[in-house]
Nanobody, 126 residues
Framework: QVQLVESGGGSVQAGGSLRLSCAQSGSTYSRYCMGWFRQASGKEREGVAAICSDGGTRYADSVKGRFTISKDNAKNTLSLEMKSLQPEDTAIYYC????????????????????WGQGTQVTVSS
C-alpha cells in the first residue's frame, strides 16, 4: 500500500515562498514518476510539476521559473520549492505517484497517477 503525506502548506503574502514536502512509503520510490497537482476552489485539478526516476521534469507554464520540483531517493521525499507566490497559486496541493514510468509529455496528466496524498492548503494573499 502506497502512502503519501504532504506537509509544508500555509499562508503567505504575495511574493513570498513556501516549500512543500511529500513523504512516500510502501513503494519502490525511485522507480516511479511523482508529481504535484493543485486544485483551487471551484476549479479543476491541474498539474503543477512532475519528476521521473530518470530525473526528467515537467512544469506547468504558470509556474515555470518560480517553482522547482526535486526528490530525495534516500529519504523517499518529494519536494516543491515555490517562490514569488501569487494569489492565483492559492489551492490545495496534492502529491501523487504513478505505478510505473510514463512518457515525459504526459507527466502533468493527473489521470495517469495512481496514488494520491490528502493535500495541503496553500493560501497566498495580496
Amino acid at each position: 500500500q502506497v502512502q503519501l503525506v504532504e506537509s509544508g502548506g500555509g499562508s503567505v503574502q504575495a511574493g513570498g515562498s513556501l516549500r512543500l514536502s511529500c513523504a512516500q512509503s510502501g513503494s519502490t520510490y525511485s522507480r516511479y514518476c511523482m508529481g504535484w497537482f493543485r486544485q483551487a476552489s471551484g476549479k479543476e485539478r491541474e498539474g503543477v510539476a512532475a519528476i521521473c526516476s530518470d530525473g526528467g521534469t515537467r512544469y506547468a507554464d504558470s509556474v515555470k521559473g518560480r517553482f522547482t520540483i526535486s526528490k530525495d531517493n534516500a529519504k523517499n521525499t518529494l519536494s516543491l520549492e515555490m517562490k514569488s507566490l501569487q494569489p492565483e497559486d492559492t489551492a490545495i496541493y496534492y502529491c501523487a505517484t504513478t505505478a510505473g514510468q510514463i512518457q515525459s509529455y504526459l507527466l502533468l496528466v493527473s489521470d495517469l497517477y495512481n496514488y494520491w496524498g490528502q493535500g495541503t492548503q496553500v493560501t497566498v494573499s495580496s
